[in-house]
């Protein structure tokens, strides 16, 4: 985290007359990160009741004479290889065989022997083979007396999926990553009848449909990365040289600000008050940076040394940084 280069995004935005809040997004690494080696991952569906290949996957895609729980697998599939495409990191291959899985897909079933994996990465030139091992869906209609939208009836349909994962290398046979995820979604609609809010919701299919891609999108993210956003607390307020430094800081002149900041802590022509609120300023500014040893130094500073208050609570947040 030390290393990573933060993005500022958005400098400022005034409230009040006291203090301003920075906007910016950080980098954050994937919840599992996966060798570099990994670039070409094949997808298996392993939940059916029986193997089957080729025509079969044809034939779901296609619509034509199969279960709808079938295709909406392969949605769940569908939207774990558009987000990993969309990383820009992985190449995504499907495997147009089916695989026996657990009975009804409520647990996972053993893992794949290594000849299997060994037999589909060989076979479709991957370097790992990511299996949906558990699939089960549900969706319920609850109904209610509430108004909505002017309506006197109300129903609400809850599409809920268990999907369980593994990621299986394609050199040495490991166990990369095995998860299990439970996703539920809803869908509320009004009538003036209780059939009429029941005719209004999304069709039970179509609301399967969506969960599943989702579904998948969410576990395929577990392999990139992501970004958060980020709200600090910093001052304008004070002496002019404090004031100058926060200009600074709006236009992004880091150097510069640090420069300001910290003759002004350093010098003792300055009150408590103002070099406590550099200190602090100092201490958001090493965040935006990355460096969050000389963040949470700055931040100790302000606080114990200058006993600004908001420095404390803003210390207790970079403590739940690692460095």
């Known amino acids: 985290m030390k290393k990573m280069l933060w993005l500022v995004v958005l400098s400022a935005m005034l409230v009040g007359c006291r203090t301003r809040y920075m906007h910016f997004t950080v980098p954050m690494p994937p919840v599992k990160a996966l060798p570099d080696d990994i670039e070409v991952v094949v997808l298996l569906d392993r939940t059916a009741t029986t193997d089957t290949t080729g025509a079969f996957i044809e034939g779901i895609l296609t619509g034509e004479g199969f279960d709808q729980d079938d295709r909406n697998k392969q949605q769940c599939l569908l939207g774990i290889a558009d987000e990993l495409e969309q990383s820009g990191r992985f190449i995504v291959?499907?495997?147009?065989?089916?695989?026996?899985?657990?009975?009804?897909?409520?647990?996972?079933?053993?893992?794949?022997?290594?000849?299997?994996?060994?037999?589909?990465?060989?076979?479709?030139?991957?370097?790992?083979?990511?299996?949906?091992?558990?699939?089960?869906?549900?969706?319920?209609?609850?109904?209610?007396?509430?108004?909505?939208?002017?309506?006197s009836f109300y129903a609400e349909g809850v599409a809920t999926i268990n999907i369980g994962f593994r990621l299986y290398d394609g050199t040495d046979f490991k166990i990369w990553d095995e998860h299990e995820l439970n996703h539920k979604m809803r869908w509320n609609a009004g009538g003036h009848s209780i059939q009429d809010a029941i005719a209004a919701l999304l069709d039970k299919n179509e609301a399967i449909r969506q969960i599943s891609y989702e579904g998948g999108m969410l576990y395929a993210s577990r392999f990139s990365p992501s970004s958060l956003r980020i709200t600090r607390e910093y001052f304008n307020r004070g002496d002019r040289q404090v004031k100058y430094g926060a200009r600074l800081m709006e236009v992004n002149d880091w150097d510069k600000a640090i420069q300001v900041f910290t003759e002004v802590v350093e010098s003792s022509d300055y009150s408590r008050r103002n070099?406590?609120?550099?200190?602090?300023?100092?201490?958001?500014?090493?965040?935006?940076?990355?460096?969050?040893?000389?963040?949470?130094?700055?931040?100790?500073?302000?606080?114990?040394?200058?006993?600004?208050?908001?420095?404390?609570?803003?210390?207790?947040?970079?403590?739940?940084?690692?460095?």
Not at 106 to 130: G, I, K
Not at 293 to 310: G, I, M, N, P, Y
């Open 93 to 151: 291959k499907r495997a147009r065989e089916v695989r026996q899985g657990s009975e009804k897909g409520q647990r996972m079933p053993e893992p794949l022997p290594e000849a299997v994996v060994d037999s589909f990465c060989r076979n479709y030139d991957a370097d790992a083979l990511l299996v949906l091992e558990q699939y089960d869906s549900d969706f319920l209609l609850t109904q209610g007396m509430r108004p909505t939208k002017g309506f």
């Open 275 to 323: 070099r406590g609120f550099a200190a602090h300023n100092l201490a958001v500014i090493y965040e935006v940076l990355g460096d969050i040893a000389q963040a949470k130094e700055w931040a100790r500073v302000a606080w114990s040394e200058f006993r600004l208050r908001q420095s404390r609570d803003y210390l207790y947040q970079l403590n739940q940084i690692a460095d």
